[in-house]
């Protein structure tokens, strides 16, 4: 009778650790979704003008780059040079939306404005133009997943 007993509160316990791993590994599983939801990546923008043919003095210039990252925008007019780049920085993919715009005036009909937004370290999107006069070229990146 006391192996009886025995064999039914071990049958009792074996039951109940069971019940008590299943609602561990399922609390686990659901914290794992909750962290991977968002990540943080590295982000940096960059404008830049290829002059074609022979530039005359003075070359193609920027007029207006306008970045934005989900809703905070910055825009900067007149920069100087021929290549523009924000530094890197790191964005939450919480903010979801990475847009970036340049216009400039180009001088030969064969110069370019080229606009890129690089994700950890690699090019996630990019666009030219070419031509002479004032031209503008934009992208933008989601992180939300469609």
Known sequence: MKQ??????????????VILLSVASVFNSCKD???DEFQDHLVQFEAKIINGGTAPTPASTFKTIVSQVGIKQETLYDS???????????????????NLAANANLLNSDSKLIVSIYIDGEIAETDTI???????????????EL
């Open 4 to 17: 009886f007993y025995k064999s039914k509160n071990l049958l009792r316990l074996s039951f109940l650790a």
């Open 33 to 35: 979704d909750e962290e």
């Open 80 to 98: 100087p040079g021929l290549v523009w780049t924000s530094g890197e920085f790191f964005v939450n993919s919480s903010q979801s939306q990475l």
């Open 130 to 144: 070419e031509g002479s006069g004032t031209k503008e070229v934009a992208v933008a990146h989601s992180f939300l």
